[in-house]
Structure formats: structure tokens, C-alpha cells
């Protein structure tokens, strides 16, 4: 594994398929020899502070990690996870981990390697290009081509919303970001929501989806200055609506009944109108909600956390609804080799049983996946 590259391995893996050689085989445990047609990396890696198995998902000379902490990146039946990995010379590839077999296989190369979404029937994926968005059949690796009436843009943050027939996304110039934009996913119905003016307004950040007809986003100064007033966002509908909310709350997840927002980052959950509903002022990082809408995750961002802490350099699990808090594993990361972010990314499952995490392991290794099993 070592001394082959992971592209090198997909490649002989798929020409061993083609020559009949590749047979199906059950899934590997922590212990098992990968076979020539295996692209698993896959091995046991410790315990967590629960008990429950961490596994180790990636081991190889490119950085992989997650692309953000939203949109999620399970697949539809938590079988599949979509990730970014960058070689040695920052060339992106976004990758397809089967969480069945633990085999990786190339999806796409991508020059951005930023941000694809599922479909809801987890079918395709939809990776954005240069004036198109690519659905791709995970399958087949046939691409069908949403063509985006843009002037010279490129296709990014691409979002599902959730009845699953429209995408969101930003159209991003060479320097700058040009409009938040929809179009529905049998490519009809294309709109342009919001321009960013390039006088104030410079790019855009984060948008997601609230419900099927209202999107949360950021706007950023010259420079991507996200200062002050900037960590404020904006609400808009499909039909141009625009209202902002009034509270800081620089990087978020949206509960999945549309109703919360999680403020990771400033220690704290609101409503849609800004109004603070759970404060957590010892515990701030990126944070993502469980798929039951009452648990949420928090990384421990290494700045406002002492290392004193109980909580320094750990996923944190807790919930809306009650006082429950713990430790669920420490992610062992240095914060400074994710490629994107101060903090590591994590994300639950859609069936909420599991949680990967990204993780350079105190600049031990180049930064790896892991999956820890979250206790019922």
C-alpha cells in the first residue's frame, strides 16, 4: 500500500474488473490482507472514550478529508461516503468509499474538488464544473450534463434541497464570486437569487438549504474579509424574499427539521429569526446535527477551548432537548493540515449510528478518515 499510489490501485483494480479477474468478496475486517482487486485501507485503529470501535478509513501519501460540515456526504442509506483528497501537488480527486466492502474508487477528478451532493435517491452524485454540474452514476460513471446558462462561472457548493429536485450553488468567477444561484435538477427553472455587487459584497459562503423554498448563506467582504457584520447571514426564498438574521453565527448546520441553527463556532443554537435557544460557551468548532434533530456534534476548536479542557481536541456529543454532554473520542488533530479549516470536519450518519471525522493524528501522517461507532 506504501509504495503504490491510490490512483495506481483504483487503475489496476478496474482493469483486473474489465478482465473478469475481480470477484466479489465479503466485507474485510481490521485484520484481513487486501487482495489485489481490494482498494481498502481500512484498518483498526483504537478504541474510543466510549468504547465503541474507531477505524481508520484512509492510509495513503495524499491528503484526504471532508468537504465541509455541510451538506452531508453519506449517501442516501449511509452505505457510501464522498471525499476529497489532494496529492502532494494539491491535484483534488473526489472519491467514493464503499462502507460495505471499504473499498475507495475514483469518481471524479476534480479541479476544485469542492463540495458534490447526492441525489436523494443516492443513485447520482453532482459534481460542479465549469458552466455545467455533472450528475454522475455512481454505477456506471456515466455523466448526464445539467448545462448552467452562466457567463463563463464556475459551478461550486452545490447543495440538494430536500424533496430533491433542485440544486443550489454559487457561480464563482476568477477572482471573485459572482451570484447564488438555482436551477432544478431536469435543468429547468434556472434563477439567479443573489449578485454579489463586488462594492461590498465580494463572495458568498455556506449556502444550504433551510426547506424546499429558503436558503441560508454568508457574504464576505474584499479579500473574503468575514468580519463583524459578515458572520450575520441572510435568508432568502426562491421567489428573491431577503431578511438577515441578526445574530453572529459564522459556520453552521441546519437542523434537519429546518428550525435550528447550530452556531458551532460562537457556542451556541438559534432560531430562524436569530433568537439564542442553547448556549455552550465552553465548547466552540465546527458542529453538525444528528439525523434525529435533538443530538449534535462540536469538534473542540483549540482557541477558545483551554487544553485544560476535558473537552480539548475531542468530538463532543450533546443534545437540544437536555443537559447530556460526553466525549465521545479525541480526533487527535493539529488543526493545521486539513487543507481548509482551522478545525477537523465531522458528520453522523443519515442513520446517526456512525461518525467519520478527518485527522492529520498530531502531524503523525498526512490527514486520514476515520469512522467511530456512536453508541445508542
Same mark, same amino acid.
Given at each position: 500500500?506504501?509504495?503504490?499510489?491510490?490512483?495506481?490501485?483504483?487503475?489496476?483494480?478496474?482493469?483486473?474488473?474489465?478482465?473478469?479477474?475481480?470477484?466479489?468478496?465479503?466485507?474485510?475486517?481490521?485484520?484481513?490482507?487486501?487482495?489485489?482487486?481490494?482498494?481498502?485501507?481500512?484498518?483498526?485503529?483504537?478504541?474510543?472514550?466510549?468504547?465503541?470501535?474507531?477505524?481508520?478509513?484512509?492510509?495513503?501519501?495524499?491528503?484526504?478529508?471532508?468537504?465541509?460540515?455541510?451538506?452531508?456526504?453519506?449517501?442516501?442509506?449511509?452505505?457510501?461516503?464522498?471525499?476529497?483528497?489532494?496529492?502532494?501537488?494539491? %491535484?483534488?480527486?473526489?472519491?467514493?468509499?464503499?462502507?460495505?466492502?471499504?473499498?475507495?474508487?475514483?469518481?471524479?477528478?476534480?479541479?476544485?474538488?469542492?463540495?458534490?451532493?447526492?441525489?436523494?435517491?443516492?443513485?447520482?452524485?453532482?459534481?460542479?464544473?465549469?458552466?455545467?454540474?455533472?450528475?454522475?452514476?455512481?454505477?456506471?460513471?456515466?455523466?448526464?450534463?445539467?448545462?448552467?446558462?452562466?457567463?463563463?462561472?464556475?459551478?461550486?457548493?452545490?447543495?440538494?434541497?430536500?424533496?430533491?429536485?433542485?440544486?443550489?450553488?454559487?457561480?464563482?468567477?476568477?477572482?471573485?464570486? %459572482?451570484?447564488?444561484?438555482?436551477?432544478?435538477?431536469?435543468?429547468?427553472?434556472?434563477?439567479?437569487?443573489?449578485?454579489?455587487?463586488?462594492?461590498?459584497?465580494?463572495?458568498?459562503?455556506?449556502?444550504?438549504?433551510?426547506?424546499?423554498?429558503?436558503?441560508?448563506?454568508?457574504?464576505?467582504?474584499?479579500?473574503?474579509?468575514?468580519?463583524?457584520?459578515?458572520?450575520?447571514?441572510?435568508?432568502?426564498?426562491?421567489?428573491?424574499?431577503?431578511?438577515?438574521?441578526?445574530?453572529?453565527?459564522?459556520?453552521?448546520?441546519?437542523?434537519?427539521?429546518?428550525?435550528?441553527?447550530?452556531?458551532?463556532?460562537?457556542?451556541?443554537?438559534?432560531?430562524?429569526?436569530?433568537?439564542?435557544?442553547?448556549?455552550?460557551?465552553?465548547?466552540?468548532?465546527?458542529?453538525?446535527?444528528?439525523?434525529?434533530?435533538?443530538?449534535?456534534?462540536?469538534?473542540?476548536?483549540?482557541?477558545?477551548?483551554?487544553?485544560?479542557?476535558?473537552?480539548?481536541?475531542?468530538?463532543?456529543?450533546?443534545?437540544?432537548?437536555?443537559?447530556?454532554?460526553?466525549?465521545?473520542?479525541?480526533?487527535?488533530?493539529?488543526?493545521?493540515?486539513?487543507?481548509?479549516?482551522?478545525?477537523?470536519?465531522?458528520?453522523?450518519?443519515?442513520?446517526?449510528?456512525?461518525?467519520?471525522?478527518?485527522?492529520?493524528?498530531?502531524?503523525?501522517?498526512?490527514?486520514?478518515?476515520?469512522?467511530?461507532?456512536?453508541?445508542?
Amino acid at each position: 500500500m506504501k509504495n503504490t499510489t491510490r490512483r495506481e490501485l483504483i487503475q489496476n483494480a478496474s482493469l483486473l474488473a474489465l478482465m473478469g479477474l475481480a470477484g466479489c468478496s465479503s466485507a474485510p475486517d481490521s485484520t484481513s490482507v487486501n487482495t489485489p482487486e481490494s482498494t481498502s485501507e481500512k484498518t483498526f485503529y483504537k478504541k474510543s472514550d466510549v468504547g465503541t470501535d474507531v477505524i481508520q478509513l484512509t492510509s495513503n501519501s495524499f491528503h484526504d478529508g471532508i468537504f465541509y460540515q455541510e451538506p452531508n456526504y453519506f449517501s442516501p442509506d449511509s452505505s457510501k461516503f464522498l471525499f476529497k483528497s489532494a496529492d502532494r501537488d494539491a %491535484k483534488y480527486g473526489i472519491y467514493l468509499l464503499d462502507l460495505n466492502t471499504w473499498d475507495i474508487g475514483l469518481l471524479k477528478n476534480s479541479p476544485l474538488g469542492w463540495m458534490p451532493t447526492w441525489s436523494k435517491d443516492g443513485k447520482e452524485v453532482y459534481v460542479g464544473e465549469h458552466s455545467k454540474i455533472l450528475a454522475i452514476n455512481i454505477k456506471t460513471l456515466e455523466e448526464r450534463t445539467i448545462n448552467i446558462p452562466t457567463d463563463s462561472s464556475w459551478i461550486t457548493f452545490l447543495h440538494l434541497n430536500p424533496s430533491g429536485d433542485r440544486l443550489l450553488f454559487i457561480e464563482e468567477g476568477q477572482k471573485t464570486h %459572482k451570484a447564488l444561484s438555482t436551477i432544478k435538477t431536469d435543468g429547468s427553472d434556472y434563477r439567479k437569487l443573489f449578485i454579489a455587487d463586488q462594492e461590498t459584497v465580494f463572495f458568498l459562503d455556506h449556502p444550504t438549504f433551510v426547506d424546499d423554498n429558503t436558503i441560508l448563506f454568508l457574504t464576505r467582504g474584499e479579500n473574503r474579509n468575514f468580519r463583524g457584520d459578515f458572520n450575520k447571514p441572510y435568508l432568502i426564498t426562491l421567489d428573491g424574499k431577503l431578511t438577515r438574521i441578526p445574530t453572529t453565527c459564522s459556520h453552521y448546520d441546519v437542523n434537519p427539521n429546518g428550525d435550528k441553527i447550530l452556531c458551532g463556532q460562537n457556542g451556541y443554537i438559534i432560531d430562524l429569526e436569530g433568537n439564542k435557544l442553547k448556549e455552550f460557551p465552553e465548547i466552540n468548532g465546527h458542529g453538525a446535527w444528528a439525523p434525529d434533530g435533538d443530538a449534535f456534534l462540536l469538534t473542540g476548536d483549540p482557541i477558545p477551548v483551554p487544553k485544560e479542557s476535558q473537552y480539548f481536541g475531542k468530538i463532543v456529543i450533546m443534545k437540544f432537548s437536555s443537559d447530556e454532554i460526553y466525549s465521545l473520542v479525541s480526533h487527535e488533530s493539529t488543526y493545521d493540515s486539513s487543507l481548509t479549516h482551522t478545525q477537523p470536519n465531522a458528520q453522523f450518519s443519515r442513520d446517526g449510528k456512525h461518525i467519520i471525522y478527518e485527522s492529520d493524528r498530531n502531524q503523525m501522517q498526512n490527514t486520514d478518515l476515520y469512522l467511530v461507532e456512536v453508541p445508542e
